[in-house]
């Protein structure tokens, strides 16, 4: 095999294939990438045995072949080159000699015959969703996503699909995060909803290579995997097995109060809150809703911190506490200028909904601190 193409183009193609590298692989095969060329195309391919990317570019191709050389060794010999083109050249299957401009390095080629091969999807349900709206949604609910791995379920993302609408549900035990899509989605005839359980981390990674744009993501999923073709990239994950929470049981039916704050001055302040509770043992919020005002509050033995922010208040007094982490997470991925929370009781679930329709909506669990 021997190829040329534009460093800057095989650097990105490196970066976009190498995310899903293991840290720790269990084969020497998937610490690399598999390089193929044929047809003035170069393909790179990275796996981790579940999940796979694939990126695809035009090269010059003076001799067709493949071969898998150490992936993230590459991407930081070509990151270090000083640009123009970069050719490969791999000899009798052992050696790879890469030449820029006066700059000549050699690598150690494993085998293409041992990299895993990579089972694409030939039907399945198809729909395709905008990039950018598809990267908003994982972006506001991967932070709910169970990172323990005692309830593996949890460990991944609901996705739910009709003919209608679009939505990513996460909860990790202590919040839940949800997201919306409405648009028309072409699901099979005797399909009404579509679900899958995408990894925490194949969305993690999908996010961070998705364009911010309103150029369609094609997905296509069976039963068992799925895959995420947009642009010149091709990513295929498993999915994970088993039933999810019926996320729709935990969601309180009405509330006795709702309160109404500009998200910013809350945000600010809860900032600041949390610089002393996380000194604290229980890294304990407090927040007392009364008309026209919400007191924000935390202390611990090293001092104590309270802010006083403007706030409309329909229904009972509130007096509730949160885990300072939790409800950071969720108030930074409201975009909307008021922050509108709903509550029954101070051990009751809190709602965070927009002030019109249901696009999102995020549910945090209080820690029972009042009686």
């Known amino acids: 095999m021997k190829i040329s193409m534009n460093t800057q183009e095989l650097l990105e193609g490196l970066n976009t294939v190498t995310r899903a590298l293991a840290a720790r692989p269990p084969k020497q095969i998937l610490e690399g990438v598999l390089i193929s060329a044929a047809d003035d195309r170069v ?6 045995g579940s999940l796979s990317i694939e990126y695809t ?3 010059e191709i003076e001799e067709e072949g493949q071969a898998v050389l150490p992936g993230r060794l590459l991407t930081d010999l070509i990151r270090k080159l ?10 009798n299957q052992r050696q790879a000699q890469i030449k820029c401009q006066k700059t000549r390095s050699n690598l150690s080629v494993m085998s293409a015959d041992e990299f895993p091969e990579i089972g694409y999807l030939r039907s399945g349900t198809k729909i395709n969703i905008p990039q950018k709206k598809l990267k908003e949604m994982i972006t506001h609910v991967v932070f709910a996503i169970a990172t323990d791995e005692s309830r593996p379920i949890l460990t991944g993302c609901l996705l739910e699909v009709s003919r209608t609408e679009a939505r990513m549900v996460a909860l990790d035990g202590f919040r839940l995060a949800m997201q919306k899509a409405f648009q028309p989605f072409d699901l099979p005839r005797d399909k009404e909803m579509v679900k899958a359980i995408i990894p925490g981390k194949v969305l993690t990674e999908l ?3 998705l364009q ?3 150029s369609f993501c094609t997905m296509l999923m069976d039963q068992g995997r799925m895959e995420c073709r947009f642009s010149n990239i091709t990513l295929s994950s498993v999915l994970l097995a088993g039933e999810f929470i019926d996320y729709r049981r935990i969601l309180p039916a009405s509330f006795k109060s709702q309160a109404v704050a500009n998200r910013n001055y809350v945000q600010d302040a809860i900032d600041r809150a949390s610089l002393m509770a996380r000194e604290g043992k229980n890294n304990l919020i407090r927040m007392s809703y009364r ?7 935390s202390n611990a033995e090293m001092g104590d911190v309270e802010e006083e922010v403007e706030a409309d208040l329909i ?3 509130v007096d509730i506490a949160f885990n300072a982490r939790y409800l950071i997470d969720v108030i930074r991925n409201i975009t909307e200028d008021q922050l509108y929370l709903h509550f029954n009781s101070s051990v009751s679930p ?3 909904t927009p002030k019109e329709g249901d696009a999102f909506l995020y549910l945090i669990l209080p820690v029972r601190v009042f009686q």
């Not at 640009?83 to 791999?90: E, K, L, M, Q, W």
């Open 43 to 48: 393909t790179l391919i990275c796996s981790d």
């Open 57 to 59: 570019t035009a090269a």
């Open 82 to 91: 000083p640009g123009g083109s970069v050719s490969i050249n791999v000899q």
């Open 207 to 209: 996010s961070r290579i």
């Open 212 to 214: 911010d744009d309103d």
């Open 291 to 297: 008309p026209g005002t919400v007191k924000i509050s």
């Open 315 to 317: 229904g009972d007094n």
């Open 350 to 352: 809190c709602v965070v």
